[in-house]
Each structure stands twice: as structure tokens, then as C-alpha cells.
């Protein structure tokens, strides 16, 4: 049971959400727990479909962001948002199993995803403290400054819900996946 009660419903949520939640409806189909626990603070919704939306306006494929995504999860210990990422990982982003578990161990197969999952586990891990050679594998395998500072965005918005589903506890509405410690 969650910690923090959060609306069952749409039309539960405050008002000022109730918008925000429509629309994460309409694009996925349904709104899932988290999206419904954030709306318990229309501001903190707002935010987060915000830096969500612009990111996935950003230079970064899908199936880069879903890895980041199962990495930073599996090392912060987040159920949810393994669940969720291993869902959207392997329906939307089209990655192979083999693939969802190296990402959920701090790893890609695929090279150039290799450096940047690992670049953002070291982000995650060291608090953004990186050692210069962290960045430094991760321009050789061809991301500019840009994409470093996606990354860390990514990192930062994967916190966020990772941080926020652990608080409360949210129930997972997605199906259930064993845990891996990255």
C-alpha cells in the first residue's frame, strides 16, 4: 500500500492536474500510478511531463533514454520503475531481453549505448562528481557536450520518479519483474 494517497481516478485528482493526466492518457492508454502520484501536487506533475516532453524532443533514440532509464533504476533500487522501464523497454523501444538486462547491470550490448548507460550509472552513482575520464569515454564513442548534458538530465529525471515511487511506495501497475542490483 502506498505511503502517500494518491487520486484512483482522473477525476479524483486536484484540478489543476486533471488536464496533465488527460493527456498522459491519451498518449499512453491509460495513467499509470506514478502519474497519478505525482498529480497529488499539480506543480511537481507539471514539472516532471515538462523535463519529460523536452527530453524526448532531445538528440537521444528511445531505446538510449529507456537504457538509461533500467540502469539508473536498477541502481537506485526502484520496483516501479524497473517494472515500467522493463515494460516500455521491451514494447516500445524494441529491446531484447538480453539487452534489458545488461542495461538493468549498468551495461549495454551495443557499444555506443554502452558509454552512455555507463556514463550515467557513474553520474548516478558519484552525484554528478564524475572522474574525468568518465566523460571522456563517452565523447570517444561519439556524444558531444550536448548529449553529456541530456545524459545527466536523464539521470536527473530517473532520480526524480526512482526517489518519488521509493518514498511512497507506490503499487506497480505494470507487470512484475524480479529486482537486479546494478
Known amino acids: 500500500m502506498s505511503r502517500i494517497a494518491y487520486p484512483a481516478t482522473v477525476d479524483a485528482a486536484p484540478e489543476a492536474s486533471r488536464p496533465l493526466l488527460e493527456g498522459v492518457g491519451k498518449q499512453l492508454g491509460s495513467v499509470p500510478n506514478l502519474f497519478r502520484l505525482a498529480s497529488v501536487s499539480p506543480a511537481a506533475l507539471e514539472g516532471f511531463l515538462g523535463l519529460f516532453g523536452a527530453l524526448g524532443k532531445g538528440r537521444l533514440p528511445a531505446a538510449t533514454r529507456e537504457r538509461i532509464a533500467l540502469a539508473v533504476a536498477a541502481y537506485n533500487g526502484c520496483t ?18 538480453e539487452e534489458i538486462a545488461a542495461n538493468r547491470n549498468g551495461r549495454s ?18 552525484r554528478g562528481h564524475i572522474d574525468v575520464d568518465d566523460l571522456g569515454a563517452l565523447k570517444d564513442a561519439g556524444y558531444d557536450d550536448a548529449a553529456a548534458v541530456e545524459i545527466v538530465a536523464h539521470v536527473a529525471l530517473n532520480v526524480l520518479t526512482n526517489y518519488l515511487n521509493e518514498v511512497a511506495n507506490t503499487e506497480v ?7 537486479v542490483a546494478a
Open 109 to 126: 550490448t551495443d557499444p555506443k549505448a554502452d558509454a552512455a548507460v555507463r556514463f550515467a550509472v557513474a553520474v548516478a552513482k558519484n
Open 173 to 179: 501497475d505494470f507487470p512484475a519483474v524480479d529486482t
Open 80 to 97: 516501479y520503475c524497473l517494472a515500467a522501464h522493463t515494460y516500455l523497454g521491451t514494447h516500445l523501444a524494441k529491446l531484447p531481453a
